[in-house]
């Protein structure tokens, strides 16, 4: 798949495409005829796999403007064309909001498991550029301006930093299953099943075939779902980070880093000796991105009334695919960009020389404040355990992930 409006789009596969969603509701549909033919509650269960397709989509989409969702349309081709004897028990006791927010954590799941093995070689290879560039002297920057002297293994260090604590976020979200029938009372399920113990356990069932969570009906208690669009957010804030200082730092007048070779990557339609930072102009347009599509999700909570909400839920599910596609996408560039960087150490060194005198002026003040001579060392304080202790962090995780 790719998209002209979002270079880079096919990075993410058949993550969250239309394909994708009606495949993960077809799942739902399916784990729930197994469940409770299973309980002997429907006579049998048939395999729904294959019943529709992607010629199929174009149809369901066009009559998911009559009831809202596509799940009735779905519902419809499933039934017309499953075995007779078990089509009148698919979707039985399920309700349209089951289908569509099941479906779409089975999707999630997918962009997770992507999102976490992206990050873990993320957090491999700014393990590996720190242990090279620990002592390599380069000029800090605040403000645009030159501050005190550092090293590149400290700035990666605040890189690697931020991408801990995205793999943290991503680590805490949560895929629950949604079985709450009409209005979260499972009183349909309960009846089928023939009292409300029954149906917790047909529930159970059925969501272990899935491989999600359980949990109680969350129809219009959305944190779930927010959680995912913040632990996303987390992730494109800190690689916008790294790129930003990949961009600042690329500029032909520092020439201290720069992206990885590719033939044809970041050339001019009219330049033809220019050479963009591209994959970085990438990742940070998600960055900027997508924030707002996770306000979207907090929106649609905040406004999720009743016990099933009146369009606001029906804003997620566009801005999720939209979002979990972006960071995968993002999510790639990076770990390209981190596993292919190049450092010009002499470069680095060149311009801290330059500018020692003024990287080393608040060594003086402090000096002077105190009446001692000013030291005549690095002036790097605690720089060597700042590193040691998040390469200590980024070492747990990876060893937690094995």
């Known amino acids: 798949m790719s998209d002209l409006f979002w270079a880079g789009d096919e990075r993410a596969g058949e993550l969250l495409t239309e394909q994708a969603w009606l495949a993960a509701m077809v799942r739902v549909e399916q784990a729930w005829l197994d469940a409770i033919a299973a309980r002997r509650i429907a006579p049998g269960s048939v395999a729904l796999t294959g019943l529709v397709g992607?010629?199929?989509?174009?149809?369901?989409?066009?009559?998911?403007?009559?009831?809202?969702?596509?799940?009735?349309?779905?519902?419809?081709?499933?039934?017309?064309?499953?075995?007779?004897?078990?089509?009148?028990?698919?979707?039985?006791?399920?309700?349209?909001?089951?289908?569509?927010?099941?479906?779409?954590?089975?999707?999630?799941?997918?962009?997770?498991?992507?999102?976490?093995?992206?990050?873990?070689?993320?957090?491999?290879?700014?393990?590996?550029?720190?242990?090279?560039?620990?002592?390599?002297?380069?000029?800090?920057?605040?403000?645009?301006?030159?501050?005190?002297?550092?090293?590149?293994?400290?700035?990666?260090?605040?890189?690697?930093?931020?991408?801990?604590?995205?793999?943290?976020?991503?680590?805490?979200?949560?895929?629950?299953?949604?079985?709450?029938?009409?209005a979260g009372t499972r009183s349909a399920i309960a009846d089928l099943a023939g009292g409300a113990a029954e149906a917790a356990e047909l529930i159970i069932a059925a969501t272990r075939l899935l491989g999600l969570e359980q949990a109680l009906p969350w129809h219009t208690a959305r944190a779930a779902v927010t959680a995912l669009g913040d632990a996303m957010v987390r992730c494109t804030d800190a690689w916008g980070h790294i790129a930003t200082d990949v961009l600042t730092l690329s500029r032909p007048e520092i020439a201290e880093l720069a992206e990885p070779d590719a033939p044809g990557r970041g050339g001019s339609s009219t330049m033809p000796g220019k050479r963009n930072p591209v994959l970085s102009v990438l990742i940070r347009r998600a960055a900027i991105a997508a924030p707002p599509l996770a306000s979207t999700l907090h929106l649609a909570a905040s406004l999720a009334g009743d016990e099933r909400s009146d369009g606001a839920w029906h804003t997620e599910w566009a801005s999720l695919r939209t979002l979990g596609r972006r960071t995968v996408v993002a999510a790639a560039q990076t770990t390209e960009l981190l596993t292919g960087l190049r450092v010009d150490t002499d470069r680095m060194s060149a311009t801290a020389a330059g500018s020692w005198s003024t990287l080393t002026a608040e060594q003086r003040s402090i000096a002077a404040f105190t009446g001692a001579d000013a030291p005549q060392d690095d002036y790097l304080g605690s720089t060597q355990t700042v590193i040691d202790d998040v390469l200590a962090r980024a070492a747990a995780l990876l060893d937690s992930t094995r």
């Open 54 to 182: 992607p010629a199929d989509i174009d149809g369901i989409a066009r009559g998911a403007e009559s009831t809202g969702t596509p799940v009735l349309p779905l519902v419809t081709l499933l039934r017309e064309r499953a075995d007779a004897a078990a089509a009148r028990w698919i979707h039985r006791g399920l309700t349209s909001q089951d289908v569509v927010d099941t479906g779409l954590m089975l999707c999630l799941r997918a962009v997770v498991e992507r999102l976490r093995a992206e990050l873990r070689a993320q957090i491999e290879a700014m393990t590996g550029l720190i242990a090279l560039h620990r002592h390599t002297v380069m000029a800090g920057r605040t403000l645009t301006q030159y501050a005190v002297p550092i090293t590149f293994g400290l700035k990666v260090s605040g890189w690697l930093t931020g991408v801990l604590d995205a793999a943290d976020a991503v680590d805490r979200v949560r895929l629950p299953a949604q079985v709450g029938g009409a």
